[in-house]
């Protein structure tokens, strides 16, 4: 017998405006979901409630780089077999300058 199970899950860094002027980057929380769709759409009501943001305190949120992962498991005769597959995606509405300190960030953890 075969079961498949797929779970979607994301951490990040996000990009805002900090209180009192200037702009800066802050891990994103984890997020997990039944598919990519319900993520996105949660990282993107996040983005717009600030909820986002893993606690730095940001006036507004521009936008996130995401690492989207894909987990899928197949149980066949009792024994896991796992397969994650992973891409990064931005959300918001991010300048390619700000895209690319981003990727620098997350390049640098």
């Known amino acids: 017998m075969k079961t498949e199970t797929i779970k979607w899950i994301s951490e990040g860094i996000v990009f ?6 200037g702009r800066g980057s ?24 600030g909820s986002l943001d893993a606690g730095m305190g940001y006036e507004s949120l ?21 397969n994650e597959e992973s891409e990064l995606e931005f959300i ?11 990727l620098e960030c997350n390049y640098s953890y």
């Open 16 to 21: 805002g405006n900090y209180w009192g002027g």
């Open 62 to 82: 521009i936008g996130a780089l995401l690492n989207i992962t894909k987990i899928t498991t197949i149980i066949i005769k009792g024994k896991s077999f796992v």
């Open 26 to 49: 802050y891990a994103a929380i984890k997020l997990s979901a039944n598919t990519k769709e319900e993520l996105l759409e949660q990282a993107n009501k996040g983005l717009d409630d």
């Open 92 to 102: 918001g509405d991010l300048s390619e300058e700000q895209q690319d300190f981003l």
